[in-house]
């Protein structure tokens, strides 16, 4: 009995001595509490992604069926087409533009309305006389860019429709700008800085080949870039004094016309309209056939379109795919890509 009374005293002891929850949980009773992913659950700092042209995806779709060319097509003697590798290129600079954020801005200063920029040292004139930088743009309808580090140092100029991005939020005089359509950083007077925004985006391409004389439309829409239109195009011929060749670059849409008017060479007479005009830089426009006073009716076709440059820095399209590009070029939403 009293060994009975023994075991039954030692096992109550062993009973009272045992903790109040179960073996199995006592280890998160006393451990901090620890996820499945371990040491993984700290949140590493995020790796922008930077585009390059192989990344962009290019899918036709077209929605402008008129005049429609193929990838590749005869002229004369040669073979054309449509340069989608150089497309790819500049669509994915103006995508890693985009993701980095910031301020965007367009230098203007259309026939020179903000003021004639100053002679740069060491300027050059061109067949034109007129003054231009080392690297061939000219003074005239440009905005003057100065050293960072010294205001009084003006280094180049910078063309009517380039895209800028603006990391200073301040109002004075002179602006910080940093380049998109061109390299490099630089002090720019506000009055030539047309300021955008920070929720800019740009979603509408309107590409011209000055080489093949062609143009395509192409929209962004989820991951991919449609071609909405593959067309012939004429560009402007280097011609002085009057006609100039359209200039290569990344430029923004910054006005549109439904009549442009132009005046007769060397006059201020008026000689006719372009109709369903874009203007991307200076006072080169994407636009319909020519109409020469005194006929007044829209000219829908013209046989010298995609055939050799002819025009007097503007592009040359159908009427009626002016009129689409016209629609679609949402200005900050668009810009204008010419390559050679």
Request: hydrophobic share 35%; with cysteine; aromatic share 10%.
């Amino acid at each position: 009995m009293r060994k009975y009374a023994l075991t039954s005293l030692i096992f109550l002891i062993l009973l009272i001595l045992q903790p109040g929850c179960k073996s199995d949980d006592s280890r998160d009773s006393l451990e901090p509490d620890i996820t499945s992913n371990g040491t993984d659950s700290i949140p590493e700092p995020e790796v922008k992604r930077t585009w390059t042209g192989e990344d962009i995806q290019l899918q036709k779709e077209l929605e402008y069926e008129q005049y429609t060319l193929d990838d590749e097509y005869p002229y004369k003697d040669t073979v054309r087409r449509f340069q989608w590798e150089k497309i790819r290129e500049k669509i994915a600079h103006i995508e890693n533009a985009v993701a980095e954020g910031g301020n965007w801005g367009v230098l203007r200063n259309y026939k020179n309305k903000n003021g004639e920029a100053p002679t740069i040292t060491g300027f050059v004139r061109d067949e034109y006389k007129r003054v231009s930088d080392q690297f061939g743009t000219e003074r005239y309808q440009s905005a003057p860019l100065y050293a960072v580090d010294d205001e009084e140092e003006l280094q180049r100029y910078g063309r009517d429709g380039w895209l800028v991005k603006i990391p200073d939020s301040d109002t004075t005089e002179m602006v910080r700008v940093q380049g998109v359509s061109f390299e490099g950083e630089y002090l720019v007077p506000n009055r030539y800085l047309k300021v955008w925004g920070d929720t800019i985006r740009f979603d509408k391409v309107v590409a011209v080949d000055v080489t093949n004389q062609n143009i395509t439309v192409l929209e962004k829409r989820g991951d991919v870039w449609y071609i909405l239109s593959m067309n012939p195009a004429t560009t402007g011929l280097h011609k002085p004094p009057h006609a100039q060749e359209t200039p290569t670059g990344i430029f923004a849409v910054q006005e549109k016309k439904e009549k442009m008017f132009y005046v007769r060479d060397g006059t201020s007479q008026i000689a006719g309209y372009a109709p369903y005009a874009s203007r991307f830089t200076n006072g080169a426009y994407v636009h319909g056939v020519p109409v020469q006073l005194p006929r007044k009716n829209i000219i829908e076709y013209s046989a010298s379109l995609g055939t050799t440059p002819r025009s007097h820095m503007c592009v040359r399209n159908a009427s009626s795919h002016a009129q689409f590009v016209f629609d679609r070029a949402i200005v900050k939403e668009s810009v204008v890509v010419v390559i050679d």
